[in-house]
Each structure stands twice: as structure tokens, then as C-alpha cells.
């Protein structure tokens, strides 16, 4: 069965520390894709990237950073110098390739809160 | 072109009452989506139509719940008879649905369902 696991529920942390969002995944397939979703205080969900399985080179944009490391099942996500704006919700997810007809169901983590105090 | 909407953006409800939540996808997108997002919860997959198959409805709670897709587009999640447990933030999520490639879902903005 899959599942994502972000054990961190509550994270809170002052303007331009750097923090690390945990993520461990399970997943009996081969080939699948992770994803993180930023959700801010007005609700929408905000995709931030996708990786395949296949791909573990890290991944930097800004002051974000993923970590994709299948011999621990990771894909951690690291913002440095935080800032207000950061605060949110942060789910991180998993879907099988959907190579059957275009299926990619989303299974997602419980999701780590952040937040960023000036 | 215009994202995915979902009506109503709030609904309360009365517990032993039934409320349909509406989801209209992203023009030509064939595969849609329902996920559910409770206090505590996480967000969790409800139901899933691809084009004219069978939908995967595994991701239902209960046989209160039920969802159509009229026409291959707009599609109607049902809760009968609803309990305070039902409160939770509905998501729509639509994508093109091609086989072969990576599908991304775009999500509405939600439905808010209070059951009092």
C-alpha cells in the first residue's frame, strides 16, 4: 500500500532560519511521482514540484531545496531564510506513474504547519 | 482559460440533511477528481471518473456518500444524511487524462462544509 508519512505536525520558527520539512514515503511501485503542495491561510492548494522516481538529482529553486533520496525513502524539503510569507501548510505526496489510462491519484501526507514569526 | 470551480465556497448544513457540492473541471480535461480535506485528517482521496469508464470510488467513506459526472464534465459529490463528522473542506481536481504521461491535477479552491 502507499503512504506518506510527515511527522512533523507543527513547526514554528523565527525570519531567516532555515527549516527542513520532513518526508518518508512507502510505495511498492517501481515507478511513481512525489510531489510538495504548499496550502496558505486563504486554503488554495499551491503545487510546488514534482519528481519522478527515477530522478534523485536534488533540486533547488530560490530559497527552496528538495532532497529525493530512495534508499530512505525521503523527499525532504528545505527553506532557507525563512520568511513570513513562508507560513503555511505543507503537504507533501505521492502518486503511482498512471500509465493506465492517465490515472495519478494523490495520496497525500497529513501535512506539517508552519510557522514563520518576524 | 478559466481554472477549476467549485460551488458553493461554504455550505452549513443541519445533521440528518443531504447537500450536493458541485465541481466543474478545466474545459477538455476527461479525468476528475474528489479529495477531502478534514480537521486532523490530511487530505484524503474520495472518488476518481476518467472519461466514460467505471470511477474508482474506493476512497468513499461511506455508502452516504456518492458522486456523479454528468456529460463528462461537471460532476456532483452527494452526502445524505450528513454527520458533524462529514465537516471537512471538499477539493475538486481535474487533469487532461492521457495515458502514458504524467497527468497534473489542478485544484479548485474548495468547498467548506459545516455540519451542525
Known amino acids: 500500500a502507499q503512504k506518506v508519512t510527515q511527522a512533523q505536525t507543527e513547526i514554528s520558527v523565527v525570519e531567516k532560519e532555515d527549516v527542513t520539512l520532513d518526508c518518508v514515503y512507502e510505495?511498492?511501485?517501481?515507478?511513481?511521482?512525489l510531489f510538495w503542495y504548499k496550502q496558505p491561510p486563504s486554503g488554495e492548494l499551491v503545487f510546488l514540484i514534482r519528481?519522478?522516481?527515477?530522478?534523485?538529482q536534488n533540486e533547488i529553486s530560490g530559497r527552496y531545496s528538495w532532497n529525493f533520496q530512495k534508499s530512505t525513502s525521503s523527499f525532504n524539503f528545505t527553506i532557507t531564510a525563512s520568511q513570513v510569507v513562508d507560513s503555511a501548510v505543507y503537504f507533501c505526496?505521492?502518486?503511482?506513474?498512471?500509465?493506465?489510462?492517465?490515472?495519478?491519484?494523490?495520496?497525500f501526507g497529513a501535512g506539517t504547519r508552519l510557522a514563520v514569526h518576524p | 482559460g478559466a481554472g477549476v470551480s467549485q460551488s458553493p465556497s461554504n455550505k452549513v448544513t443541519e445533521k440528518g440533511k443531504d447537500v450536493e457540492l458541485r465541481c466543474d473541471p478545466i474545459?477538455?480535461?476527461?479525468?476528475l477528481y474528489w479529495y477531502r480535506q478534514s480537521l486532523g485528517q490530511g487530505l484524503e482521496f474520495l472518488i476518481y471518473f476518467q472519461g466514460n469508464s467505471a470511477p474508482d470510488k474506493s476512497g468513499l467513506p461511506s455508502d452516504r456518500f456518492s458522486a456523479e459526472r454528468t456529460g463528462g464534465s461537471v460532476s456532483t459529490l452527494t452526502i445524505q444524511r450528513t454527520q458533524q463528522e462529514d465537516s471537512a473542506v471538499y477539493l475538486c481536481?481535474?487533469?487532461?487524462?492521457?495515458?502514458?504521461?504524467?497527468?497534473?491535477?489542478?485544484f479548485g479552491p474548495g468547498t467548506r462544509l459545516t455540519v451542525l
Open positions: 474545459s477538455g480535461h476527461t479525468a
Open positions: 510505495t511498492r511501485d517501481t515507478t511513481y511521482y
Open positions: 519528481r519522478n522516481s527515477f530522478d534523485e
Open positions: 481536481a481535474s487533469s487532461t487524462g492521457l495515458a502514458m504521461i504524467y497527468n497534473e491535477q489542478f
Open positions: 505526496a505521492l502518486s503511482e506513474a498512471g500509465f493506465s489510462g492517465g490515472y495519478n491519484k494523490l495520496i
